[in-house]
């Protein structure tokens, strides 16, 4: 059976956590777009650890959701990786480019929630 959008998004939530991510937010985009279900947005210090994150969110999402991402851009660059799982999409920048995308304000449509909420 797969796992719903929420499991994944928990599973993602806490891979970043291990991992020591920055301002973890998860922003419900479902009532907005067909894009998914979640945006996962998290910021790591330097290119090794956002790299590490990443890393990390692939491995327990392989492991205990079976998912695959669909697409991953920007694992090299390392600034904004984007991880697309069709229900959630990943979003892991450095400190710089979090600020210049912002992309907390461009969907301020959806909504914010707590990893409690999920």
């Known amino acids: 059976m ?35 279900d979640y945006f996962i947005i998290a910021s790591g210090s330097n290119r090794n650890q956002v790299q590490a994150m990443v890393d990390s969110v692939q491995e327990d999402l392989y492991k205990k959701a079976g998912a695959e991402a669909k697409q991953i851009e920007g694992y090299q660059s390392a600034t904004w990786i984007l991880l697309d799982y069709a229900d959630i999409i990943v979003h892991v920048f450095d400190e710089e480019n979090r600020l210049f995308y912002d992309l907390e304000r461009i969907w301020r449509d959806g909504k914010d929630i707590a990893i409690e909420e999920l």
Not at 6 to 31: F, Q, V
């Open 2 to 36: 797969a796992a719903t959008s929420k499991e994944m998004a928990k599973i993602a939530y806490a891979a970043l956590e291990e991992k020591k991510a920055n301002d973890i937010k998860i922003i419900d985009i479902s009532g907005v777009s067909v894009l998914a």
